[in-house]
């Protein structure tokens, strides 16, 4: 039964609990609130958390992975592939460096690109590809892998670090997925580089924040890659506050006219405590998720598979797709489950259905199947606040507006 009193459940709050609250406020007290001592050491456990050799914090996963294209020297004239289903963000970065946006539609029923198109859209243009692990679902590296090597003879390198690689670089939103793991291999540790984004609404939060790793395997020089996001994340100056602060040592260079773009010790002292308690984190996520699974899939509503014998997402969002409803039904179902107190929202709208994308050029006509997982998606509140009580609140709730809507 639906329970009778009204409940207010709210999309993605943060999980914040006292011990953020007192490592931040020791932070404050440490003198050391900017990119200090708390960063570095939240960047050396997320190496360790991941199976990396490196982490570098930044202030958001977009300023991750632009700067990992601009590092790799990805600009006018070259071409970025990623998928019409997706944030802004993985494709706007692409804007940011000068190089082409190259979108590619999902395969049908599915919130991941296309493979056959992903290879058919490889040019001697091409120098990245930047698959979405969405909702926390790392993709098919399998055979983004395969194509890639397949298309080896396309590849034009244009300096000495896309050499190295030699062929189409694989570049990974993983704004969702951090702690997602695929055939034994953690997240960041498959794509040749990893981002994530540690925003508010994540599963792992800093407020606002990211990283970025990359793999140990392609004879990449860890010191001097690290070195290089140090710079372009800080104007370009040869040393950071932290090492200013030796006897003496005020001295500098601008190596590069950069960017800022660095993470705050304020910031990194929440990632210290959340990565402390994050594995119960993800815990309880895939918990929420098996309760929903539990009473909506025999209701023929279809959700993206979390977990499986070779994969376990990060648990980030619940997507749930209504067959055969229309868009004005979906959003009619949204707004039913807002007055019941219940907060859906929309994961995504293709990105050729906006403004920005329709000046580029792009049309949503030739990405029928991105239009069609969007039409009918809805995603439900997904977060470690939730009680048992609440997730049944809000099976019940759906049920209850969804006899409404197709009944009416």
Same mark, same amino acid.
């Given at each position: 039964?639906?329970?009778?009193?009204?409940?207010?459940?709210?999309?993605?709050?943060?999980?914040?609990?006292?011990?953020? /609250?007192?490592? !931040?406020?020791? &932070?404050? =007290?440490?003198?050391?609130?900017? $990119?200090?001592?708390?960063?570095? *050491?939240?960047? +050396?456990?997320?190496?360790?958390?991941?199976?990396?050799?490196?982490?570098?914090?930044?202030?958001?996963?977009?300023?991750?992975?632009?700067?990992?294209?601009?590092?790799?020297?990805?600009?006018?004239?070259?071409?970025?592939?990623?998928?019409?289903?997706?944030?802004?963000?993985?494709?706007?970065?692409?804007?940011?460096?000068?190089?082409?946006?190259?979108?590619?539609?999902?395969?049908?029923?599915?919130?991941?690109?296309?493979?056959?198109?992903?290879?058919?859209?490889?040019?001697?243009?091409?120098?990245? /590809?930047?698959? !979405?692990?969405? &909702?926390? =679902?790392?993709?098919?590296?399998? $055979?983004?892998?395969?194509?890639? *090597?397949?298309? +080896?003879?396309?590849?034009?390198?244009?300096?000495?670090?896309?050499?190295?690689?030699?062929?189409?670089?694989?570049?990974?939103?993983?704004?969702?997925?951090?702690?997602?793991?695929?055939?034994?291999?953690?997240?960041?540790?498959?794509?040749?580089?990893?981002?994530?984004?540690?925003?508010?609404?994540?599963?792992?939060?800093?407020?606002?924040?990211?990283?970025?790793?990359?793999?140990?395997?392609?004879?990449?020089?860890?010191?001097?890659?690290?070195?290089?996001?140090?710079?372009?994340?800080?104007?370009?100056?040869?040393?950071?506050?932290? &090492?200013?602060?030796?006897?003496?040592?005020?001295?500098?260079?601008?190596?590069?006219?950069?960017? +800022?773009?660095?993470?705050?010790?304020?910031?990194?002292?929440?990632?210290?405590?959340?990565?402390?308690?994050?594995?119960?984190?993800?815990?309880?996520?895939?918990?929420?998720?098996?309760?929903?699974?539990?009473?909506?899939?025999?209701?023929?509503?279809?959700?993206?598979?979390?977990?499986?014998?070779?994969?376990?997402?990060?648990?980030?969002?619940?997507?749930?797709?209504?067959?055969?409803?229309?868009?004005?039904?979906?959003?009619?179902?949204?707004?039913?489950?807002?007055?019941?107190?219940?907060?859906?929202?929309?994961?995504?709208?293709?990105?050729?259905?906006?403004?920005?994308?329709?000046?580029?050029?792009?049309?949503?006509?030739?990405?029928?199947?991105?239009?069609?997982?969007?039409?009918?998606?809805?995603?439900?509140?997904?977060?470690?606040?939730?009680?048992?009580?609440?997730?049944?609140?809000?099976?019940?709730?759906?049920?209850?507006?969804?006899?409404?809507?197709?009944?009416?």
């Amino acid at each position: 039964m639906i329970d009778t009193e009204l409940r207010n459940i709210p999309f993605s709050p943060p999980d914040i609990t006292d011990a953020e /609250i007192e490592e !931040v406020i020791k &932070a404050m =007290k440490s003198g050391w609130i900017t $990119t200090g001592p708390r960063t570095k *050491e939240l960047e +050396k456990r997320i190496a360790e958390y991941v199976g990396t050799n490196k982490a570098v914090c930044l202030n958001s996963a977009t300023a991750a992975m632009e700067l990992t294209l601009r590092i790799l020297g990805i600009g006018p004239g070259d071409e970025v592939i990623t998928s019409a289903y997706t944030y802004t963000a993985s494709a706007s970065v692409i804007e940011h460096v000068g190089a082409k946006i190259v979108l590619v539609d999902t395969a049908p029923d599915s919130f991941e690109m296309d493979y056959v198109k992903l290879a058919d859209a490889i040019t001697e243009k091409t120098k990245a /590809i930047i698959p !979405v692990d969405i &909702a926390g =679902k790392m993709c098919d590296y399998d $055979t983004i892998f395969e194509i890639v *090597e397949s298309k +080896k003879d396309l590849f034009k390198p244009s300096n000495e670090l896309q050499w190295l690689f030699n062929r189409v670089i694989v570049m990974t939103d993983a704004a969702h997925a951090f702690g997602a793991e695929r055939k034994g291999m953690k997240c960041g540790q498959v794509a040749d580089f990893t981002c994530f984004s540690f925003h508010a609404v994540k599963n792992f939060t800093t407020a606002e924040g990211g990283a970025v790793v990359w793999r140990n395997d392609h004879g990449l020089d860890d010191e001097w890659l690290y070195k290089q996001f140090m710079l372009y994340s800080l104007h370009g100056q040869s040393k950071d506050a932290l &090492a200013k602060t030796q006897k003496g040592a005020w001295e500098y260079d601008i190596v590069y006219p950069a960017y +800022k773009c660095n993470m705050t010790d304020i910031m990194a002292s929440i990632g210290l405590i959340q990565l402390n308690r994050y594995e119960g984190l993800l815990e309880r996520r895939r918990e929420i998720i098996e309760m929903y699974d539990e009473v909506l899939l025999p209701l023929g509503i279809q959700s993206l598979q979390h977990y499986g014998e070779d994969f376990s997402s990060s648990g980030h969002l619940y997507l749930a797709r209504v067959p055969e409803i229309t868009e004005e039904k979906r959003n009619e179902i949204i707004i039913k489950m807002a007055e019941a107190g219940v907060a859906c929202n929309v994961h995504y709208k293709p990105l050729p259905m906006f403004t920005a994308y329709m000046n580029l050029g792009f049309d949503i006509k030739d990405y029928p199947n991105a239009h069609k997982q969007y039409t009918n998606e809805i995603t439900l509140p997904l977060h470690t606040l939730l009680s048992d009580e609440d997730v049944n609140y809000v099976v019940q709730s759906l049920k209850k507006v969804l006899n409404e809507v197709q009944g009416g």
